[in-house]
T-cell receptor, first 111, second 112 residues
Framework: NAGVTQTPKFQVLKTGQSMTLQCAQD?????MYWYRQDPGMGLRLIYY???????DKGEVPNGYNVSRLNKREFSLRLESAAPSQTSVYFC??????????FGNGTRLTVT | GDSVTQMEGPVTLSEEAFLTINCTYT??????LFWYVQYPGEGLQLLLK?????DKGSNKGFEATYRKETTSFHLEKGSVQVSDSAVYFC???????????FGTGTSLTVIP
């Protein structure tokens, strides 16, 4: 059982480049989330999707877009990367009122 | 608004020492509470949880009790091991179950 799978594991971008972070879960969870983790700031929610076909902004959505492609997949897109978006990005999923299950993260550096 | 505050680290302990990591929360209503652990290079894994007041979550020798009167959920372990070295996050879930709030994490290093 793979759980939550994120790709890529590492990425280096130049300022202004775009990229999409992919996330897929095989646990039939309704809800999916994107977080970023920065030193001393814990995890901050970027966007979440409570169910297929819906997405909502979290605490830090600026500079990001998301797509809930189907029940399994939830992608995060950076249209024009900035150095402030250097971070570790985590995808997570859950059933309602249940704990989150996390992927292993994508480490993104923007130069 | 809802938030979680946890003890800042880093924490360094000798093997077999007692561990406490403090966590307090601010919430409307009665959230579910969690401790997650993150090993180097990995995502967060659920360590334990409690869903109502006075519940005690436990796993792998770790324990935490949901204290409504002090709005706390402190993590404890009686005898830590080198393999417990990791970053620990306290978290709460909103009543709707779709909003999770995390503390900033506490790094623990256990030395032999």
């Amino acid at each position: 059982n793979a759980g939550v799978t994120q790709t890529p594991k590492f990425q280096v971008l130049k300022t202004g480049q775009s990229m999409t972070l992919q996330c897929a879960q095989d646990m039939n969870h309704n809800s999916m989330y994107w977080y970023r983790q920065d030193p001393g700031m814990g995890l901050r929610l970027i966007y979440y999707s409570a169910s297929e076909g819906t997405t909502d902004k979290g605490e830090v959505p600026n500079g990001y877009n998301v797509s809930r492609l189907n029940k399994r997949e939830f992608s995060l897109r950076l249209e024009s990367a900035a150095p402030s978006q250097t971070s570790v990005y985590f995808c997570a999923s859950n059933r309602s009122n249940s704990p989150l299950h996390f992927g292993n993260g994508t480490r993104l550096t923007v130069t | 608004g809802d938030s979680v505050t946890q003890m800042e680290g880093p924490v360094t302990l000798s093997e077999e020492a007692f561990l406490t990591i403090n966590c307090t929360y601010t919430a409307t209503g009665y959230p579910s509470l969690f401790w997650y652990v993150q090993y180097p290079g990995e995502g967060l894994q659920l360590l334990l949880k409690a869903t109502k007041a006075d519940d005690k979550g436990s796993n792998k020798g770790f324990e935490a009790t949901y204290r409504k009167e002090t709005t706390s959920f402190h993590l404890e372990k009686g005898s830590v091991q080198v393999s417990d070295s990791a970053v620990y996050f306290c978290a709460q879930a909103s009543n709707t179950g779709n909003q999770f709030y995390f503390g900033t994490g506490t790094s623990l290093t256990v030395i032999p």
